[in-house]
């Protein structure tokens, strides 16, 4: 009967000590949720940034291939002349011509090598009357970053059958691909125009989520048309 007629019930320290237990084992069940979510998240935006990356590889491979079998319009130098040799010679803008323009989506505003990364890219041809493709990133935190370098080994005069020798009638471009989050200054990572971007340190930034380098190569029109004398490297 003593026992029955026991109703002090549970002390304040024991409740407290129930509700921090409580709020302990919810605080650590938020986090792992959090961080799996977020870990999830990574490598969804991953596979996506990596198939827009295939699909800017396909588009630039295919265009190239186009350049390759170009040839001079009656009467007019056409675009893949002014990318060739002919730009390089006769033009104070050679390194500026590169194999398409880079645009930013949302105003179709030109981009250069030091301008932030989109969330919507475009790539038109230079003469500006075709669309080649246009890209948007899996999420309005993420941008894209696209740059080009022409012909980075032009100014060696080296033999033939060395790593970056170069025919007489070929341009190559290296592409460089880079996606992230938040903000990144690109002139520490870009010393120049047409200049390599620094990939190692760009893939060790916290905020790089995804990058990819390929090189591709097209025709030199005016060079293969004789009117340009070549030596055979570059």
Same mark, same amino acid.
């Given at each position: ?19 921090i237990l409580v709020a302990m084992v919810t605080t650590l069940v938020a986090t792992m949720a959090s961080h799996v ?57 050679w390194e500026d011509k590169q194999i398409v323009q880079l645009l930013d989506g949302s105003n179709d505003r030109p ?21 080649l493709s246009t890209y948007q990133t899996p999420s309005p935190k993420i941008k894209m970053k696209v740059h080009f ?36 200054? %690109? ?46 490297? %570059?």
């Open positions: 009967m003593k026992d029955l007629k026991d109703e002090t019930g549970i002390t304040l320290t024991e409740l407290l000590a129930v509700i979510f977020t870990i999830r998240n990574i490598q969804e935006y991953k596979v996506k940034t990596q198939t827009i990356a295939n699909s800017l590889y396909n588009v630039l491979n295919t265009y190239s291939n186009e350049l390759l079998i170009n040839q001079k319009q009656a009467g007019g130098i056409t675009d893949t002349q002014s990318l060739g040799e002919s730009g390089k010679y006769r033009r104070n803008d981009l250069t090598f030091d301008s932030d990364g989109v969330e919507k890219l475009k790539l038109v041809t230079h003469e500006g009357t075709r669309v370098v022409k012909n980075k080994h032009e100014k060696q005069v080296l033999k033939q059958g060395e790593t970056n020798y170069r025919d007489s009638f070929s341009v190559d471009t290296t592409v460089y691909i880079v996606f992230y989050k938040g903000t990144i200054n %690109w002139t520490a990572y870009i010393p120049g125009k047409n200049k390599p971007m620094e990939m190692d340190d760009v893939k060790k930034d916290k905020d790089t989520i995804y990058t990819r380098v390929f090189d591709i190569t097209y025709r030199d029109d005016a060079k293969s048309a004789g009117e340009v004398a070549g030596n055979g490297r %570059w």
